[in-house]
């Protein structure tokens, strides 16, 4: 029987192998793109959606998870007490702009008690060791501040201003897709256009006509998956998809 699924990390190796990558040191990056371009795809491939949260140690840039959709709740979780006052909320709660300044005061003043709002749930808490939290409060009313934190879509990526205390830890509950980092197998017919997706974003800083070329393919060839794709029923994606991983095939 021929194989009808493929692992990212042999997409990886090849890719590697067209760059003459002989070491495999451009391997990590190569597969960091295979499930940002995996992320985009799921869309049109009938994955789950669901809401959760994790809890992350403060860094200036914060990989987001590969099952990562978009953001609804983002919060900064004192050290040592667990209070936790909530930044940004979507986008039908009223939220309030802060300076720098301000954006300080409301956190001492959250965690401290003396501002004290109605609680928000953050949904499904993980952390990055794996501990399951379940459900964790956040007081305060929803804010926005361009310095505190900005969200790279495309490329998955969390920025934390410099006014966050260094010990503090970030909490964010954001829509998943599905992908995990246990997902390593992939449908044939998506190899192709991820293969063109990953060069293209491995030659954005190193050859402008290579990333160009390639991303004109991805589009392409991406255009083609989701026709295909979205000619089928629900019913036919689930099957096809749950036929493509099942054991018996590979």
Same mark, same amino acid.
């Given at each position: 029987? $021929?194989?009808?699924?493929? $692992?990212?990390?042999?997409?990886?190796?090849?890719?590697? @192998?067209?760059?003459?990558?002989?070491?495999?040191?451009?391997?990590?990056?190569?597969? =960091?793109?295979?499930?940002?371009?995996?992320? =985009?795809?799921?869309? +049109?491939? !009938?994955?789950?959606?669901?809401?959760?949260?994790? %809890?992350?140690?403060?860094?200036?840039?914060?990989? %987001?998870?590969?099952?990562?959709? &978009?953001?609804?709740?983002?919060?900064?979780?004192?050290?040592?007490? #667990?209070?936790?006052?909530?930044?940004?909320?979507?986008?039908? *709660?009223?939220?309030?702009?802060?300076?720098?300044?301000?954006?300080? *005061?409301?956190?001492?003043? *959250? /965690?401290? @008690?003396?501002? %004290? #709002?109605?609680?928000?749930?953050? &949904?499904?808490? /993980?952390?990055?060791?794996?501990?399951?939290?379940?459900?964790? &409060? #956040?007081?305060?009313? @929803?804010?926005?501040?361009?310095?505190?934190?900005?969200?790279?879509?495309?490329?998955?990526?969390?920025?934390? @201003?410099?006014?966050?205390?260094?010990? $503090?830890?970030?909490?964010?509950? &954001?829509?998943?897709?599905?992908?995990?980092?246990?997902?390593?197998?992939?449908?044939?017919?998506?190899?192709?256009?991820?293969?063109?997706?990953?060069? /293209?974003? +491995?030659?954005?800083?190193?050859?402008?006509?290579?990333?160009?070329?390639?991303?004109?393919?991805?589009?392409?060839?991406?255009?083609?998956?989701?026709?295909?794709?979205?000619? =089928? *029923?629900?019913?036919?994606? !689930?099957?096809?998809?749950?036929?493509?991983?099942?054991?018996?095939?590979?």
């Amino acid at each position: 029987m $021929s194989r009808s699924v493929i $692992s990212l990390d042999i997409i990886a190796s090849d890719i590697c @192998g067209d760059l003459n990558d002989a070491t495999l040191k451009h391997k990590f990056k190569i597969t =960091r793109h295979l499930i940002n371009g995996l992320r =985009r795809m799921n869309m +049109f491939l !009938a994955g789950k959606t669901e809401v959760k949260s994790i %809890l992350l140690q403060v860094s200036n840039v914060i990989s %987001l998870p590969c099952d990562f959709q &978009y953001i609804t709740k983002v919060g900064v979780r004192r050290p040592g007490s #667990g209070c936790i006052a909530i930044l940004s909320m979507v986008n039908e *709660t009223p939220r309030r702009q802060l300076s720098d300044t301000d954006t300080c *005061t409301y956190l001492n003043n *959250t /965690w401290n @008690g003396s501002a %004290l #709002g109605p609680e928000y749930a953050f &949904y499904n808490v /993980w952390n990055i060791q794996g501990n399951f939290y379940g459900e964790l &409060y #956040g007081r305060g009313r @929803g804010v926005v501040n361009a310095g505190t934190y900005s969200v790279d879509q495309a490329e998955g990526l969390l920025y934390i @201003g410099s006014n966050i205390p260094e010990d $503090s830890e970030i909490i964010i509950e &954001y829509v998943g897709n599905g992908i995990s980092n246990g997902v390593t197998m992939v449908p044939m017919e998506l190899k192709e256009c991820l293969e063109y997706y990953a060069k /293209w974003k +491995f030659y954005a800083d190193r050859d402008p006509r290579m990333s160009a070329m390639n991303n004109d393919l991805y589009k392409k060839e991406y255009n083609v998956l989701k026709r295909y794709y979205n000619n =089928r *029923t629900p019913l036919q994606i !689930a099957v096809a998809v749950n036929a493509a991983i099942s054991p018996s095939n590979y």
